[in-house]
């Protein structure tokens, strides 16, 4: 069965840092760009960061730059979503994606193969 599983949400407190981890099962995940998506309750779903199946091309969002990284382990078959000096604006559902293609995942918010989420609530 070929999925996707993400891993690593929780509560954390504005400032902390949490790591979410996005691992495949049933297909090898260096074929594929990976990106990771959030959707906040009422808001649409936005494209946080993407990045190759190589590794050599990386995106974020705006809103993230500077505070979120987004390492791949082809060997662990994982993509991890690091996030640090998080904000209550933050909090959402954290998806991960994989597509073949690039421009399809990281511009067109298109993927063949998504996760179930996983809940990331930044609060005091």
């Known amino acids: 069965q070929l999925q996707l599983v993400e891993s690593g949400g929780g509560l954390v407190q504005p400032g902390g840092s949490l790591r979410l981890s996005c691992a495949a099962s049933g297909f090898t995940l260096g074929y594929y760009t990976i990106a990771w998506f959030r959707q906040a309750p009422g808001k649409e779903r936005e494209g946080v960061s993407c990045i190759s199946g190589s590794g050599g091309t990386t995106k974020y969002a705006d809103s993230v730059k500077g505070r979120f990284t987004i390492p791949r382990d082809n060997a662990k078959n994982t993509v991890d979503l690091q996030m640090n000096s998080l904000k209550p604006g933050d909090t959402a559902i954290y998806y991960c994606?994989?597509?073949?293609?690039?421009?399809?995942?990281?511009?067109?918010?298109?993927?063949?193969?998504w996760g179930q989420g996983t809940q990331v609530t930044v609060s005091s």
């Open positions: 994606a994989a597509d073949r293609s690039l421009y399809r995942i990281c511009q067109s918010y298109q993927a063949e193969y």
